[in-house]
């Protein structure tokens, strides 16, 4: 197992289009989080997955963005209609779940999203 | 909710030199806490973590934290700086059962040779 993947590493894309973003965690992992981190900040919590059941949104997920985790496996973070201000670092993340416990997150690369 | 205060933005320290870090945590219950390093255009990579026993924890890369209750902190240290630590670090506090964890804003080390 090769950690968490993310792809695409870049995206530029202009204002208004619509764009995916794909997450390939650590396989035995059953829970999956996006964040979103702008330059000269920590990460923002967005959502997270357990196995394929979305269980919890921040109010920062706004009505543009979607988030699917089909079977359980990969994730998909899409923005509809994108702005300026949706330009960050997204960042995927996994972790094993037991109850009681927190094992802490694997983190990929992240996909950097440029919207001009 | 759980929030995390890191003071400083941005520290730095000559080669061989120590380094401490500091991280303040809010949070009403028995908190899951953590560091993390990113280097520029990379994820976070996890250096250690404290859930409960000893309140020293030794992490990679010659890294350890000492959590301190009754200040509320989490701080992180290095006895030696090599100049391959220059990155981004991040503090984290987690709840028990991991359904979200909030990170500070970070600290930006330079270090000097």
């Known amino acids: 197992d090769t950690g968490v993947s993310q792809n695409p590493r870049h995206k530029i894309t202009k204002r208004g289009q619509n764009v995916t973003f794909r997450c390939d965690p650590i396989s035995e992992h059953n829970r999956l989080y996006w964040y979103r981190q702008t330059l000269g900040q920590g990460p923002e919590f967005l959502t997270y997955?357990?196995?394929?059941?979305?269980?919890?949104k921040s109010r920062l997920l706004s009505d543009r963005f979607s988030a699917e985790r089909p079977k359980g496996s990969f994730s998909t973070l899409e923005i509809q209609r994108t702005e300026q201000g949706d330009s960050a670092m997204y960042l995927c993340?996994?972790?094993?779940?037991?109850?009681?416990?927190?094992?802490?997150?694997?983190f990929g690369s992240g996909t950097r999203l440029t919207v001009v | 909710a759980q929030s995390v205060t890191q003071p400083d933005i941005h520290i730095t320290v000559s080669e061989g030199a120590s380094l401490e870090l500091r991280c303040n945590y809010s949070?009403?219950?028995?908190?899951?806490l953590f560091w993390y390093v990113q280097s520029p255009g990379q994820g976070l990579q996890l250096l250690l973590k404290y859930f409960s026993g000893d309140t020293l924890v030794q992490g990679i890369k010659g890294f350890e934290a000492e959590f301190k209750r009754s200040q509320s902190s989490f701080n992180l240290r290095k006895p030696s700086v090599h100049w391959s630590d220059a990155a981004e670090y991040f503090c984290?506090?987690?709840?028990?059962?991991?359904?979200?964890?909030?990170f500070g804003a970070g600290t930006r080390l330079t270090v000097k040779p």
């Open positions: 993340a996994s972790s094993p779940f037991s109850a009681g416990s927190n094992y802490g997150y694997t």
């Open positions: 949070y009403g219950a028995t908190p899951y």
């Open positions: 984290a506090v987690g709840a028990r059962n991991n359904n979200d964890m909030r």
């Open positions: 997955f357990q196995n394929e059941a979305q269980l919890e």
